[in-house]
């Protein structure tokens, strides 16, 4: 109870603080009244939104919308703001929870569905890994990854919930894989 109390406290400063400090300012590219409802077909970096109170629909009844998959269409990205590209590193990942780069320039990969922590070996100048290895497995939904002491040269990759494992130049010496 005291969460949702806290919820309603900051819901209602909100409230007041745009009440009485005037209308929130908005400049003329913010989506407003029904524009600002849509999905991802009308999403892109930079879209901005103001959805207000009265702008909602009321409901009476409960709805439960559950994500479908789609396949991605062939040739297709997603959109990035201009001077940014983006390009395909790795697919297949079973529930990819995070992704932290190893001062070395190596990806960890936390995969929490499949108990496990990937590492991928950049190459030079490419955006494609030179190696792919599982680097721990016998997790139990690892997520966070840390390399411990900070800077250049850690001696270890901490892995949230689980434990330590030496940081062995990135990680390819599999002596120290989880059971």
Do not use: C
């Not at 806290?6 to 005037?22: E, H, N, P, Q």
């Not at 524009?35 to 103001?50: I, L, Q, Y």
């Not at 590209?85 to 936390?110: K, Q, Y």
């Amino acid at each position: 109870m005291p969460v949702l109390n806290r919820m309603l406290a900051i819901s209602t400063a909100a409230l007041l603080a745009t009440t009485v400090f005037g209308q929130i300012s908005l400049d003329s590219e913010t989506k407003v009244g029904e524009a600002a409802f849509g999905d991802w077909n009308d999403g892109a970096p930079g879209v901005k939104r103001h959805i207000r109170p009265e702008d909602l629909p009321v409901s009476v009844e409960t709805v439960a919308n559950f994500p479908d998959t789609a396949d991605r269409p062939a040739d297709t990205k997603p959109k990035v703001p201009d001077g940014f590209s983006i390009e395909m590193v790795a697919s297949g990942l079973i529930g990819p929870r995070v992704i932290r780069v190893a001062p070395n320039g190596d990806l960890f990969v936390a995969e929490s569905k499949a108990n496990q922590v990937r590492v991928y070996r950049m190459g030079k100048d490419t955006n494609k890994p030179d190696k792919e290895e599982v680097f721990a497995t016998g997790l139990y939904q690892p997520y966070g990854i840390a390399f411990y002491p900070p800077g250049p040269n850690p001696e270890w990759v901490y892995v949230a919930g689980e434990r330590r494992f030496p940081f062995l130049d990135g990680g390819w010496q599999r002596d120290h894989l989880a059971s």
